[in-house]
């Protein structure tokens, strides 16, 4: 009665990890439960959540195929683009998201082009801009781009505009730290970036001024929702931009934080069942309208 804050299925989204081929379910051992999935797999799995009453699935693709600028993220035929028409296709129902990024698709894992060992901000944007068209016409609702590039979101509000996806909206990845738990997302998704690391774009952990910096300016570029990733070291974070926007507010509760209470569950150390409630009820509580996790269908059938 006296509770103040109540987890729904309709909180979650869930994160799927398509490959090409088919009939390929391949467990990835950082990640127990979650797997890469061909296209039909990603359609079950994004059955069985719509059925559990989460409304959304994001969507990463692995191509066989990876290159200096990843152009398989923007093929018409790439395996991210097959697997958003199989599934809005199947249950039309579900808010499809697309993750706009690069570091899947390229030879150097990198989020952007890389020229000389770095970084290219600007050289960047209309590749993301193409995927995110790409993505919009296979049949993403929503686009979310995870790359930390500037600029980024202006840049594919206007792609999206010019070909008429106006109305589809844009969740930012806006203050995204440079973490360590990642780490199994990119075993995953086969990623790690192949020299330095991702602290020229992503932010550092130290940092919470910034974050409201970062979110200001995707919100005046044309973001419509805001997301701040990891969630359970950064929930400080999370109420602050609460406080500040008056959009939703997303929270990424990454691999690494999945991975860690499956790692000591499996040891028999704690009680997996009741630090899933925890962990998700206390990223609501810091201020979250809308939880990205891998224990989306596990906490639904909890809450079920
Ligand atoms: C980048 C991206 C990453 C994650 C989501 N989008 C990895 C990275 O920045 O290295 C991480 C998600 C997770 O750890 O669960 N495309």
Redo the contacts with the bound molecule.
């Keep these: 009665m006296v509770r103040e804050t109540t987890l729904r299925p309709s909180d979650f989204i869930y994160?799927l990890f398509v490959v090409e081929g088919r009939d390929v379910r391949r467990p990835i051992s950082s990640m127990p439960g979650v797997f890469n999935l061909s296209v039909e797999h990603a359609v079950a799995a994004a059955r069985e959540a719509h059925a559990l009453g989460i409304p959304s699935v994001i969507l990463?693709g692995i191509p066989d195929h990876k290159d200096a600028l990843g152009t398989q993220a923007y093929a018409r035929d790439g395996v991210v683009q097959k697997a958003l028409t199989a599934i809005k296709d199947a249950v039309p129902e579900l808010q499809l998201m697309a993750?706009i990024?690069l570091?899947?698709y390229t030879d150097h894992g990198h989020?952007g082009v890389v020229d000389g060992g770095h970084i290219v901000n600007d050289a960047t944007l209309p590749l993301l801009a193409e995927m995110a068209v790409s993505c919009a016409r296979a049949g993403a609702d929503i686009i979310a781009p995870?790359?930390m590039m500037d600029g980024r979101v202006r840049a594919l509000r206007r792609a999206l505009d010019e070909t008429g996806h106006a109305d589809t909206p844009i969740l930012s990845?806006a203050a995204?730290y440079a973490s360590g738990?990642?780490g199994?997302?990119?075993e995953a998704?086969q990623?790690a970036p192949q020299f330095g690391d991702?602290r020229g774009y992503?932010m550092d952990p130290a940092n919470v001024r910034e974050a409201l910096k970062e979110v200001a300016l995707d919100l005046e570029e044309g973001a419509d929702m805001v997301m701040v990733?990891?969630a359970l070291s950064y929930l400080d974070v999370i109420t602050k931009v609460k406080e500040r926007v008056d959009v939703p507010v997303a929270a990424?509760n990454?691999?690494?934080e999945?991975a860690m209470l499956h790692a000591a569950a499996e040891r028999g150390w704690i009680d997996l069942d009741r630090v899933v409630m925890e962990v998700l009820t206390s990223i609501k509580r810091a201020g979250a309208d809308l939880i990205l996790t891998?224990h989306a269908p596990h906490a639904a059938k909890l809450l079920g």
Aim: aromatic share 28%.
């Design positions: 994160p990463f993750d990024c570091c899947e989020c995870s790359d990845y995204k738990f990642y199994p997302f990119r998704a990623s991702r992503q990733k990891p990424y990454v691999s690494g999945y891998y």
